[in-house]
């Protein structure tokens, strides 16, 4: 069974908008992944956030992750139409090496 | 270089047969798993592997399932008498030294549809 939610399960956002996706999970964590995965198929990593880190910065993504409430979020800024895809989040454990997925959110970008 | 792959890209198959994925990690890479993703179940992960042991087993869902990896490279998921529920993509990651909990590599997955 999955661990973590995600919210929302779908977006639709005009291209230029910026993007929020929140994640939440039940355990403690060794770190929080973002991934992306586009047409059901193998996933790209985004960013890694490990649990003494708040903030993180990739680009046109930011990711905030806030451990007291096993919260992160995904920020996306400037959105383009290649941004369509499904972000997942994933969380590894404390002591342990797998990933456990939320649910996802599908994200269009309209042009 | 080269990333993960995987073959066949799709395998459909008849309820009751054996099939057999192969995953070909980055080389190098020591930490090596096996996630499924379907429509009732997400993203689940099934078997991690470091070097060729297999120190966590949990997400196998049934004696059905095996896996293994020989030199510390290639591995191979077997699902023996398959059902129809099995239908998913199957998704092989790597990762790299020391240990796993860092990004983690997909490939673009096996499609298994049991008929």
């Known amino acids: 069974s999955q661990q973590g939610e995600e919210d929302p399960q779908a977006l639709s956002i005009q291209e230029g908008e910026n993007a929020t996706m929140n994640c939440s999970y039940k355990?403690?964590?060794?770190?929080l992944q973002w991934y992306r995965q586009n047409s059901g198929r193998g996933l790209v990593h985004l960013i890694l956030i490990r649990s003494n880190e708040r903030e993180k910065h990739s680009g046109r993504l930011r990711v905030t992750l806030d451990t007291s409430k096993k919260s992160s979020s995904l920020l996306i800024t400037a959105s383009r139409a290649a941004d369509t895809a499904s972000y997942f989040c994933a969380t590894v454990a404390q002591g342990a090496q797998k990933l456990v997925f939320g649910q996802g959110t599908r994200l269009t970008i309209n042009p | 270089g080269a990333g993960v792959s995987q073959s066949p890209s799709n395998k459909v198959t008849e309820k009751g047969k054996d099939v057999e994925l192969r995953c070909d990690p980055i080389s190098g890479h020591t930490a090596l798993y096996w996630y499924r993703q379907s429509l009732g179940q997400g993203l689940e992960f099934l078997i991690y592997f470091q070097g060729n042991s297999a120190p966590d087993k949990s997400g196998l869902p049934s004696d059905r399932f095996s896996a293994e990896r020989t030199g510390g490279s290639v591995s191979t998921l077997t699902i023996q008498r398959t059902q129809q529920e099995d239908s998913a993509v199957y998704l092989c990651?790597?990762?790299?030294?020391?240990?796993?909990?860092?990004?983690?590599?997909f490939g673009p997955g096996t499609r298994l549809l049991v008929l």
């Open positions: 355990t403690s964590i060794n770190n």
């Open positions: 990651a790597s990762s790299p030294p020391p240990l796993g909990r860092g990004t983690q590599y």
